[in-house]
């Protein structure tokens, strides 16, 4: 099963994911770092099963800047 991967020590808030899914990404108001919503932390690399979000696009994980963003 698909998986969303997010190492979010590399996150530098820009905001694109949020943009692409909203739904899916959350700006933290905290250190402006991107949440992934049902991401379970997995010392700072945060997972998520796309059962519930099918399907993921792509153009997330190629749009962020520093690719802190995987679909695995
Ligand atoms: S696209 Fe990447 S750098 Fe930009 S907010 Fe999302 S995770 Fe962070």
Redesign the pocket.
């Known amino acids: 099963m698909p998986k969303v991967i997010?190492y979010?020590n590399?996150?530098?808030?820009?905001?694109?994911?949020?943009e692409l899914q909203p739904r899916l990404?959350r700006?933290s108001r905290k250190d402006g770092?991107?949440n992934l919503v049902g991401g379970v932390n997995h010392k700072g690399v945060y997972i998520l099963s796309s059962k519930t979000y099918q399907p993921f696009s792509d153009a997330?994980e190629q749009?962020?800047?520093?690719n802190?963003?995987k679909i695995a």
């Open positions: 997010q979010r590399k996150c530098i808030g820009c905001g694109i994911c949020y990404w700006m770092k991107a997330v749009s962020c800047p520093v802190a963003i």
